[in-house]
């Protein structure tokens, strides 16, 4: 079982970055994949980005595709989304998910049924 645990947003005008950060509770961290979803209010929550147990492949949604970069680091349990050029309409909750499987599936940024464990979110806000 793992606990998840956002950190990191807040409040940055537009085109600058911020780095958020996800710790993870539990043994397992490793054998897990992770991914990136965010969320304004009276929308769906979107997938952002997935990353692989091994960090070979990870994946992006076009929107931030560039500009956002998704790693981890096994050895602390933690999972880091580098956001940087950012823009208002990256303004959003944003949530960190672990998938009890090593690789990201096809369906990463749809399939929220495959996540087994959600954080509670962390509020981004970028201003114009």
């Known amino acids: 079982q793992v606990q998840v645990s956002e950190s990191g947003g807040g409040l940055v005008q537009a085109g600058g970055s911020l780095r958020l950060s996800c710790t993870a509770s539990?043994?397992?961290?490793?054998?897990?994949?992770m991914a990136w979803f965010r969320q304004v209010p009276g929308k769906e929550r979107e997938g952002v980005s997935c990353i692989d147990f091994r960090s070979k492949y990870p994946s992006y949604v076009d929107s931030v595709k560039g500009r956002f970069t998704i790693s981890r680091d096994n050895a602390k349990k933690t999972l880091y989304l580098q956001m940087n050029s950012r823009r208002p309409e990256d303004t959003a909750m944003y949530y960190c998910a672990a998938a009890y499987r090593p690789w990201c599936s096809g369906s990463w940024s749809v399939s929220k049924e495959d996540y087994n464990y959600w954080g509670q979110g962390t509020q981004v806000t970028v201003s114009s």
């Open positions: 539990g043994s397992t961290f490793e054998a897990y994949a």
